[in-house]
């Protein structure tokens, strides 16, 4: 593995949440109804929880000699006022940066990082923490 790898991962994670922030940040403006008293709130929390993951994923771009990439993924945000497909978009989203942290993490893993390691697993655990919570509500 090289460290040339390490920051194509680390930059791909770091489009997955430049582009939560845009969605989450769209659909607390768009919810609607009784709906939006709870979701309103989760969506602006996850807005600013992905901001603070960009930025611990950037300094450690830069850390390892890398640029941070400035793009959100491409990947299509949906433009919807229906709660449902909010949420089910949400899960999509954190399901693919729980799966890109995870191969993260086991590149550092190799690299031997502790301290890279230690802030990346806090953010894959919070990654699964918003998993969890968004199976919680579609159940």
């Known amino acids: 593995m090289s460290t040339a790898d390490l920051v194509d991962r680390l930059n791909e994670a770091l489009g997955w949440e430049l582009r939560a922030m845009t969605m989450y940040a769209h659909y607390a403006a768009n919810v609607q109804g009784i709906h939006r008293l709870q979701l309103d709130p989760m969506f602006n929390e996850e807005a600013t929880e992905s901001l603070a993951h960009a930025d611990v994923v950037r300094r450690a771009v830069v850390k390892l000699g890398g ?18 497909a909010m949420l089910e978009r949400s899960l999509e989203t954190e399901t693919k940066a729980a799966e890109v942290y995870a191969g993260i993490i086991t590149l550092l893993e190799e690299v031997g990082d502790q301290e890279m390691y230690d802030a990346i697993e806090q953010i894959y655990f919070a990654e699964l923490r918003s998993l969890e919570n968004l199976r919680l509500i579609l159940a």
Not at 67 to 84: G, L, Q, S
């Open 67 to 84: 640029v941070p990439v400035t793009e959100r993924n491409a990947h299509p945000i949906m433009h919807t006022t229906d709660y449902k």
